[in-house]
């Protein structure tokens, strides 16, 4: 890793951090354990400025000083952010891999569209299940719920995935296209 992927990674962490340890966090309504955040956003555009080396090291270094600092309600918490994060990444890799396929020209929208599409769908499908697997289980991994009230559980846990990703892969993909047109960058 050269100076300079270490200073970006560096740059999106510090930001990512503090914006993850900012008082900006709300409740969804219709599920106020969950918070909306915007901590996520740098970790978008990093990766799709720099690649998913640079991405999934801010997203690991995040969740390194969550842990440390705030955890939140449950200990593992940081874990599940990550996971989030990272299926959404590996959405948004999958959807840039398919349209680098066809050689064809896209426009802003069609990206933005197919970022945010395959985004939504690993990230809210990908946390379903590992939801539907872990909050069963005694802190600190999960809460002990029995079955019954994880299934009425899960569908709150996809609305809020897919909103979360609905505003952070297009936040994401904005930040990217500014800081491309201001800063040389190697994608």
């Known amino acids: 890793m050269d100076t300079k992927t270490t200073a970006v990674i560096i740059v999106f962490a510090a930001l990512t951090i503090a914006l993850s340890l900012s008082p ?4 969804a309504p219709y599920a106020p354990f969950l ?5 996520e956003i740098p970790i978008v555009a990093a990766f799709l ?13 995040n969740t390194l000083v969550l842990f440390a600092v705030f955890p939140g309600d449950l200990p593992t918490g940081p874990l599940y952010n990550l996971a989030a994060v990272l299926s959404m990444l590996l959405g948004i890799g999958i959807a840039k891999k398919i349209v680098e396929r066809h ?18 769908i690993l990230r809210a499908g990908i946390m379903a299940l590992i939801e539907w697997q872990l909050l ?9 719920l029995p079955e019954d009230a994880i299934i009425m559980m899960i ?24 800081v491309k047109s201001n800063v040389k960058t190697p994608k």
């Open 24 to 27: 900006i966090k709300i409740p």
């Open 35 to 39: 918070k909306y955040q915007i901590w």
């Open 49 to 61: 400025l720099y690649g998913a080396e640079v991405g999934i090291a801010i997203a690991v270094m």
């Open 103 to 120: 050689s064809q020209k896209h426009g802003e929208t069609f990206l933005t569209v197919s970022f945010t599409t395959f985004g939504i």
């Open 136 to 144: 069963r289980f005694p802190p600190p991994v999960g809460y002990s």
């Open 155 to 178: 569908p709150l846990v996809i609305i809020f995935n897919a909103t979360l990703a609905l505003y952070t892969v297009p936040s994401g993909y904005f930040l990217a296209r500014v």
